[in-house]
């Protein structure tokens, strides 16, 4: 299939005809498949918000080194509060998602409860990560449309970390879930 982003990843339709799957080749119980798939679904989601995180990064550090580089009014871009304040604003929330991963993962090594954490690191990360391609693109000015630029990649793979492992929406209802509601 064509995709918006993640181009390096293949994406096709898979069917499986009178398909029998032999006793040894289950991977877990018989009938447990849909729990154990919402299990995965948790751990997955620390997995994601990392990639949200580092992909957060990453546009950080493009727009930082761009903002410092390119020059306008006779001065670097980086001088001027207005660029200044949407780097200062995505290196707060970056930290933030971190920590969030962090807490999920270590939650999960300890052998504690992290579905919540996992759903609530997911989600922030998932929106922080659309906000700061959004700001360094936009601090790359018309070059960051370009696909020339690194940026413009980064603005294309974003979305989908709003929609794999469960959406935005998914995860509101397991955080909502999971807070008792
Ligand atoms: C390239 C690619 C790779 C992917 N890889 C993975 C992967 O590895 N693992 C994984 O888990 N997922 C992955 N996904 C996501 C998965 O395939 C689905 O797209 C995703 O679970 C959403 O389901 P859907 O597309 O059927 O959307 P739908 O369920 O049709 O939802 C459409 C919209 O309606 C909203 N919605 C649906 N139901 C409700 C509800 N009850 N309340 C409120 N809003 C609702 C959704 O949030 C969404 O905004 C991938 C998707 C793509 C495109």
Redesign the pocket.
């Known amino acids: 299939?064509k995709?918006l982003?993640?181009r390096a990843?293949d994406?096709r339709e898979l069917s499986f005809k009178e398909c029998t799957v032999p006793e040894a080749n289950l991977l877990g119980p018989r009938a447990e498949g849909f729990r154990q798939f919402l299990e995965i679904?948790d751990g997955?989601r620390i997995s994601?918000a990392a990639m949200g995180v580092g992909l957060a990064q990453g546009a950080y550090d493009l727009a930082f080194a761009y903002a410092r580089e390119r020059k306008q009014f006779g001065q670097p871009i980086a001088k001027f509060q207005a660029v200044q304040f949407k780097l200062a604003d995505m290196a707060t929330e970056i930290e933030a998602g971190r920590t969030m991963v962090y807490k999920a993962a270590w939650l999960k090594d300890q052998g504690r409860d992290f579905g919540l954490a996992a759903a609530q690191a997911k989600l922030y990360t998932g929106e922080l990560s659309n906000r700061a391609v959004n700001w360094s693109l936009q601090i790359h000015g018309g070059y960051g449309y370009m696909d020339e630029y690194a940026i413009s990649r980064l603005y294309r793979d974003q979305k989908?970390l709003e929609?794999?492992?469960?959406?935005?929406?998914?995860q509101?209802?397991v955080i909502a879930r999971h807070l008792g509601l």
């Open positions: 299939m995709k982003g993640w990843s994406t679904l997955g994601v989908i929609i794999g492992e469960g959406t935005n929406e998914v509101r209802m």
